[in-house]
């Protein structure tokens, strides 16, 4: 079995959107064991898309068309599908009263060119999934498919996921089953993990029992992908757990998670577990911190709140950070001590520091302070970053929850 | 004159890397009018890169192969080329040396397989540019041609303005330039926008004097693109500004930049020019407002902070929220003078909402109340988004500061 991905959209070729549905389509039909060989950006023009979605149907066996589903007049992949198959385009009532729902639920009146979204070529089957308003579709051609996505991406992966992966494995005949599991490491750069794991990886490429793959994925970590597969979900997940433990075993003072938790979540639920609320206070980091925080669902009981303390004066007048260089240790102690006070939490975290490009307070650019105060008592550490002011800012959110993460291990 | 982009690489394919590469050379060939319809992704095998790129020229004037010109086995492209062009490789004796001086430098003998990348097809010439260790290569076939380059992105980069570019345009005798820019609108909807400017759509179809393309990009806004060619960058500028003023003209209530700004660079520069500084208060966004706010370089003086109140007790005790509900327009009223009181700004804004999935206080998700405070006088709104958690902090961010644009613009 193997499926080509076509993404269509002359935003794409121009550069203004840089085309990441392709490579998280291709991420997944490699983990569910389809080939995928050939992947195509075209624009939104009707000779070109009907040339290149026949051309992959003569080479692949299915194909896996993304974008170009929307409302307006240059989203063109329906109309496309239903020339290549032959068809004429119908109008779904399910689909139409869907649309009539959710403008409803809007409080707003569907303008008429949504009803577009509701033709669907004769022959085709709608996606059980849509999270948004473009249905997506499974349209047979021959003894080959093609399925049409949204370019949304979020309303792509749901589809993708929920229905093109399980029916390419079906058509496949794929018995056998593929699981992973990721764990994220914080610490070490990533050639240092992978000279680390290198006796290990020469054992799985001897053996081929499972594959470890690296990915460096700024404010999530490291990721360590192992990944096998076998004839039966159960036989799979014991190889995984196996070498996952190897894994663990061998990166333990970097690891955060064994099972892909965000930082966030790991840091929360163990101050859940331990009845502790949490108050932060933030300088260069400027809410990413909290922002990341409440991104997690249900911890609304544990997190107070933050204070964005970007001018010098709310440092003094609202944290308490006695009057002087606000890019120092003891500005990010005092911050971190303010959050919990003025948050009224039990633990606080602090981020202090210079984001550049230019140096502040005769401080370089990467520089960064951070601190948190565990059972009243307040350590802090001093950082130097490389990258622009958004890398910078990602690493030190997660090194100061990661500081906190280690003083929680450590029971202090 | 059209050039398609091939991108060589089986780690693209799987989604290991995102491929910006042919992004950013098609938004060079598009800002150098030159046409590209297609570009496609292929692995590290013969066959498969074979077929591509003699596909690829049976279509487009010029192809540009990224990637696939390193030492390893699996770097393929150039012996592909040689295939192509149906002729041997040879050993390019300045590329031996220039190879040797930079091992030299870096104090380690040179691996054998590195002179793999000393081989040129016989009759392509050499890319002047060469900020590696991997040369480009221009590779005539007949009157089309084949630019190859490492899929390095700085190496590509390099190659790409130097030579690759200014190749094409002398192939074409073409002067003429290709020139856009995006108004950015939000309030109304993709499909609502798509019919307002349905007539100016139709007559720009008619005369083909520029092109306007849609694109939702949620906190971002909704994104509308006008592009022109002409002669000059002076007659394509002023085609683009015309159709611009039109554009403007027709969705005046919704356009908060005509040029590419995001929300809060404008309204950060509007609360400059009026020597304002703000304060935030958020609860559902958590963090975000201040997160983008700080994204924009140089308003350290204009943006105070943000009280990031996520526990009601923080926006009763520091805010100064009446104990009641929370998610409410008293709410959100009193948190916005709350901001402008606790951290010293002249304006204030704040958002309390629902983000779900669950309901809260009996109000339903992605409910949310907005408020801003402006010369001591406080408004609120009310708005009911749809979409998950992320989407409807996301479109919180951008309605509050709309809504304080709004009331900068109109002078209250």
Redesign the interface.
């Given at each position: 079995m193997n499926a080509e991905v076509v993404a269509v959209g002359?935003?794409?070729?121009?550069?203004?959107?840089?085309?990441?549905n392709?490579?998280?389509?291709?991420?997944?039909l490699?983990l569910a064991g389809i080939d995928?060989?050939?992947?195509?950006?075209?624009?939104?023009?009707r000779d070109?898309i009907r040339t290149?979605l026949e051309?992959a149907l003569g080479r692949a066996d299915a194909v896996i068309v993304c974008g170009g589903l929307?409302?307006?007049?240059?989203d063109l992949t329906r109309d496309v599908i239903a020339e290549v198959m032959g068809v004429e385009l119908v109008e779904d009532p399910e689909v139409v009263e869907r649309l009539h729902e959710?403008f409803g639920?809007?409080?707003?009146d569907m303008?008429?060119?949504?009803l577009r979204q509701a033709l669907v070529p004769v022959g085709a089957t709608r996606i059980a999934q849509m999270?948004g308003t473009a249905p997506g579709l499974v349209c047979p051609v021959g003894d080959k498919v093609i399925f049409a996505v949204p370019g949304?991406p979020?309303e792509m992966r749901e589809m993708i996921t929920g229905t093109v992966i399980p029916e390419l494995r079906r058509r496949a005949g794929d018995t056998g089953v593929i699981r992973s599991r990721v764990v994220r490491v914080w610490g070490h750069s990533e050639s240092g993990i992978a000279e680390l794991l290198a006796d290990r990886l020469d054992e799985l490429d001897r053996t081929g029992r499972a594959t470890i793959?690296f990915?460096a994925s700024g404010i999530e970590g490291l990721k360590v992908r192992v990944t096998a597969k076998a004839e039966t979900a159960e036989a799979a997940d014991a190889v995984v757990a196996e070498e996952v433990a190897e894994v663990v075993d061998i990166l333990r003072p970097w690891v955060f998670s064994d099972d892909d938790e965000t930082m966030e979540a790991v840091v929360l639920r163990m101050l859940r577990d331990r009845r502790l609320?949490l108050g932060?206070a933030?300088s260069?980091?400027?809410?990413?911190?909290?922002?990341r925080?409440?991104?997690v669902?249900g911890y609304?009981d544990v997190?107070?709140?933050?204070?964005?303390?970007?001018?010098s004066?709310?440092k003094f007048?609202?944290l308490g950070v006695p009057v002087g260089p606000v890019v120092s240790d003891d500005a990010a102690a005092a911050m971190s001590e303010g959050a919990c006070r003025?948050?009224?939490s039990d633990v606080g975290i602090a981020v202090t520091g210079v984001a550049g490009?230019a140096e502040q307070e005769g401080v370089p650019a990467g520089t960064v302070f951070l601190a948190s105060t565990v059972d009243g008592v307040t350590e802090t550490a001093m950082l130097r970053f490389p990258g622009d002011?958004?890398q910078i800012r990602q690493f030190s959110v997660i090194t100061v929850l990661d500081h906190l993460r280690k003083r929680l291990v450590a029971g202090v």
């Open positions: 002359t935003e794409l070729l121009l550069g203004q959107i840089v085309d990441t392709s490579s998280w389509i291709g991420e997944q490699a995928s060989y050939l992947q195509v950006k075209v624009g939104d023009n070109r290149v051309t929307g409302p307006t007049q240059d959710i639920r809007r409080g707003r303008p008429a060119n949504n999270p949304v979020w793959a990915l609320t932060v933030e260069l980091s400027g809410g990413l911190i909290a922002s925080l409440v991104s669902p609304s997190l107070r709140g933050s204070v964005v303390s970007y001018a004066e709310v007048d609202v003025v948050l009224g490009p002011r958004e």
